[in-house]
């Protein structure tokens, strides 16, 4: 019978018009079903390695951050395989021990039957006594329990299989110690341990022994089941023991070493307070044992530390308001000094002495050198007092670039080296102090040109939608390994030998950084001897964001990769520029969609700057006279690809 729509149909019969579900459509159904049954077999298991991976990856992270686990584990493993050897070598002594108690016994039984059985069997005996009979006798002896099996055969009967007791078979004894007991002297005793076969019933393992009179083979079948209940007895305790053991023995461990750990890690927490600044965080001394002895060494080490940090502190602050004072108490005489030099430099064509001349002008340049060095006096003290406030505005970075490249062509004019300006084709604005970056970028630019030994300075910028950059690449002498950190410290020199060319106070980069700093961005360098160096600016484009990376990388591409040469027709008074510019590696990048701002730069920047607009990344020679003649445009560089920055870096 069949079902269709709530009523029963006869079998074999169907509706009309209904399908009849071919080969075809039941094979698909079962590849369909054993689809189905893999997938969830495949999920299973995946779901199954992601938690054993989970767990394992737990267990890897706790063994690596703490000792007591460490410890416990090492506890476990080495005192399970010591209880582990401590059992196996117990069982085989106590298994010796009970096998050759029984083996004793055994012979002992097996003596008294042969006295038996020849005084039984003594020819002459009256009244005569059969095989079986003797064989009943010994079973008999051994008790209601039985504790063994009798096996008796006649030397003289080839083909008798002798008699046996409890319907045990006589292939229960192995063909070996039947030609043992049969090649040996008379009443030498034989033993061995086999499995003992009964009609109807399982094998049992037991001890056999064996001897003979020279008309008669007596054997005895022993069986041990009760030895092998007594000894997976005794194993079974062991194992429990042990295992009881190891645990107590973690336990153990786990506790001693608590008592070790938790001082260490109250040390390491009062090390890391004490590292964030809270100089005041001691330890609690308890006892006179080592640990306290640790925690009073630690007291004493953090007071030391309190009190030279303290100490240094107080030096510090002397200095900053030493600094702060003199720098303000110069400006008053300075001023005074200064107006009596310009008259004397205004008038120094009508001395008639002409070293008097040369003396004002002397004094011009170094006052103005003076001032300079109490200007970025006042600033560093300004930094180090906290009082630097930051004057944002929404400005154009690549007019701050023109600004600062137009200050400095002059300078870059008479060291022989060429301005080779990268700028991107769409604007790149951000919210800066104009005042503080441009003082950064002219810093780095007479850096560079100092430094450059008359080569190519190149000044890079790159923006992307969190942050912009800006980079100044000379090809001079470089860095050595460990100084582009210290290039920024206060009056640090690479070459103490080398003479200052330029009147620099030794302050500016210190003053670049703290200027970067304050506007949560990055001032870094990178160098190499012989290879040159470069300085990159990194900074938010909004003021008070969180500066992730940079949009140009730290270190040049061309110093990895080949340099190719680059010819763009450029021109100069003493003939075409040969240009050298790296090659980007890979497909041309994709440029970044327009930024939002002023489409051009402001017509005063490009005026100041002698530059003429651009939409385009700008190379050119030396920008002499604010003519922009040796400026061309390069096309194809628009929109530099952001690179991360690397941890160490920040």
């Known amino acids: ?86 059992g196996v070598f117990l069982m085989q002594q106590i298994t010796n021990a009970l096998l050759e108690g029984k083996e004793k016994s055994a012979l002992l039984q097996l003596d008294e039957g042969l006295g038996v059985l020849r005084r039984e069997l003594a020819p002459g005996r009256v009244p005569e006594v059969t095989l079986k009979d003797v064989t009943n006798q010994l079973k008999a002896r051994s008790g209601p329990s039985g504790l063994y099996e009798v096996y008796v055969r006649d030397t003289r009967e080839q083909f008798s299989g002798g008699f046996t007791t409890n319907e045990v078979r006589h292939q229960s004894v192995p063909e070996r110690l039947l030609e043992q007991v049969r090649d040996d002297r008379i009443g030498t005793r034989h033993s061995t341990y086999s499995e003992i076969s009964y009609v109807g019933r399982e094998p049992v393992p037991g001890l056999i022994v064996g001897a003979g009179d020279g008309r008669y083979e007596l054997y005895y079948l022993f069986p041990l089941t009760q030895e092998q209940h007594t000894l997976t007895t005794v194993g079974n305790t062991l ?53 306290a002895r640790l925690a009073t060494s630690f007291n004493e080490m953090a007071g030391n530390l309190q009190d030279k940090i303290v100490e240094l502190q107080e030096l510090s602050q002397v200095q900053r308001q030493f600094v702060s004072d003199v720098s303000h108490e110069l400006r008053t005489p300075l001023t005074t000094i200064r107006i009596a030099a310009d008259m004397l430099y205004e008038h120094r064509e009508h001395f008639a002495d002409p070293p008097v001349g040369r003396s004002a002008e002397l004094l011009q340049s170094q006052l103005e050198r003076f001032e300079s060095l109490l200007a970025d006096l006042l600033e ?36 022989g080296s060429k301005l080779v300006l990268q700028l991107p084709g769409e604007p790149c604005m951000a919210e800066v102090d104009r005042r503080r970056v441009e ?29 912009v950059a800006m980079a100044v690449r000379d090809h001079g002498v470089g860095l050595k390994p460990g100084e582009a950190q210290l290039v920024f410290d206060r009056f640090w020199r690479a070459d103490p030998a080398r003479a200052r060319t330029t009147g620099g106070t030794g302050l500016g980069l210190s003053i670049a950084r703290e200027d970067a700093q304050l506007h949560g961005g990055w001032l870094q360098a990178w160098g190499a001897p012989g290879k040159g160096s470069q300085f990159r600016l990194s900074l938010p484009r909004t003021a008070g964001a969180e500066l992730r990376g940079s949009p140009l990388p730290l270190v040049p591409p061309e110093t990895e990769l080949p340099r190719a040469p680059f010819t763009g027709g450029l021109t100069s008074p003493d003939g075409p520029i040969s240009l050298t510019v790296p090659e980007q590696p890979g497909p041309a990048p994709e440029p970044h969609p327009p930024l939002p701002g002023p489409q051009h730069a402001s017509p005063d920047v490009r005026a100041e700057a002698g530059v003429a607009a651009r939409d385009t990344e700008v190379i050119g020679g030396p920008v002499a006279g604010g003519s922009g003649s040796g400026l061309r445009p390069r096309p194809g ?11 160490e870096g920040r």
Not at 387 to 393: G, H, I, N, P, S
Not at 450 to 461: A, K, N, R, T, Y
């Open 380 to 415: 560093i003290s300004r930094h180090d007092a906290g009082a630097a406030t930051l004057d944002a505005e929404s400005v154009d970075v690549r007019d701050l670039v023109l600004r600062a490249v137009g200050d400095t062509e002059g300078l870059a004019e008479r060291k």
């Open 239 to 291: 194992v429990g023991v042990s295992a009881v053991l190891v645990v107590l023995l973690a336990g153990i461990a786990s506790l001693v070493t608590r008592q070790v750990v938790i001082p260490v890690r109250l040390a390491a927490q009062a090390a890391e307070r004490l590292a964030a600044g809270r100089l005041g965080e001691r330890m609690k001394v308890r006892g006179e044992d080592d640990l």
């Open 637 to 647: 560089t628009a929109g530099l690809r952001p690179v991360s920055e690397p941890e």
């Open 439 to 467: 003082r950064i970028l002219r810093n780095l630019l007479v850096n560079a040109v100092e430094h450059g030994e008359g080569q190519d300075i190149v000044v890079s910028v790159g923006a992307d939608r969190d942050a």
């Open 1 to 86: 019978m069949t079902r269709a729509r709530g009523r029963l149909l006869p079998s074999g019969s169907r509706r009309p018009g209904a399908r009849v579900a071919g080969p075809r459509v039941a094979a698909g159904l079962r590849a369909h079903r054993l689809h189905r049954a893999r997938r969830f077999t495949r999920r299973g298991l995946g779901a199954g390695k992601r938690f054993v991976r989970r767990w394992v990856l737990r267990f890897y992270t706790r063994w690596r951050r703490s000792i007591q686990v460490r410890i416990v584990i090492w506890t476990l493993l080495i005192s399970g395989v010591v209880v582990a050897i401590l």
